[in-house]
């Protein structure tokens, strides 16, 4: 008696490309601002120091790009730096005091 070859049926395309586009999507993990005194010590620095070499007023956005931190750091910083009297609002501009 002849025996019969089974053979196993491929996946179809159809079923494959379903899982690719089912595969989770990587984004980009959001940076997260640790909140304590030493760092936002350390932010408010880094405002200060943008804010002193540019010798300008800047908007938030400047400061965060010349200092290289994020506009939650800057802001972050500045409230330090506003509390404290060492900078100042002008036009929606932040200036030294």
């Given amino acids: 008696m002849a025996e019969k070859k089974t053979t196993k049926k491929a996946a179809a395309p159809k ?3 379903e899982e690719k586009k089912a595969a989770p999507k990587k984004t980009a ?3 997260v601002v640790e909140i304590n005194a030493e760092n936002v010590g350390f932010k ?3 405002v200060y ?4 070499t540019a010798g300008k007023a800047l908007s ?4 965060a790009k010349q200092a ?3 506009e939650a750091e800057t802001l972050l910083g500045m409230g330090w730096l506003l509390k404290e009297g060492k900078i ?3 036009n929606d501009l932040i200036t030294l005091a």
């Fill in 44 to 46: 408010a620095g880094d």
């Fill in 60 to 63: 938030v956005k400047e400061i």
């Fill in 49 to 52: 120091q943008a804010l002193a």
């Fill in 15 to 17: 079923a494959e490309a």
């Fill in 88 to 90: 100042k609002d002008e």
């Fill in 68 to 70: 290289k931190i994020t």
């Fill in 29 to 31: 993990a959001k940076k």
